[in-house]
Nanobody, 120 residues
């Protein structure tokens, strides 16, 4: 069984910073692309950033220059460093990971989400 668990959300003032973490655990053979998505109230879930196991990243234009995605392959963990936060960054942030439990069996796993609120 595989688990994907986020941590690090919270309340921060505009202009502040937060760092989200997401760890995959369980019966893991290989973790491919990992990423972060977010969903604000009344809006669809949107891509924030993704990163491959070779550290190639892709970041949404709305957060480019402010958010940085990184990962530690040895810990099966992905991070999202969020700087210069704005009220419009307020959302539930979800971790997503493409995980193989055997050489042939892979699936996409989602975390439970962590709330990020940017407000004064």
């Amino acid at each position: 069984q595989v688990q994907v668990v986020e941590s690090g959300g919270g309340l921060v003032q505009p202009g502040g910073s937060l760092r989200l973490s997401c760890a995959a655990s369980g019966s893991i053979y290989r973790v491919n692309t990992m990423g972060w998505y977010r969903q604000a109230p009344g809006k669809q879930r949107e891509l924030v950033a993704t990163i491959t196991s070779y550290a190639k990243s892709n970041t949404a234009d709305s957060v480019k220059g402010r958010f940085t995605i990184s990962r530690d392959n040895g810990k099966n963990t992905v991070y999202l460093q969020m700087n210069s936060l704005k009220p419009e960054d307020t959302a539930v942030y979800y971790c997503n990971a493409n995980i193989y439990t055997t050489m042939w069996d892979g699936d996409t796993y989602w975390g439970q989400g962590t709330q990020v609120t940017v407000s004064s």
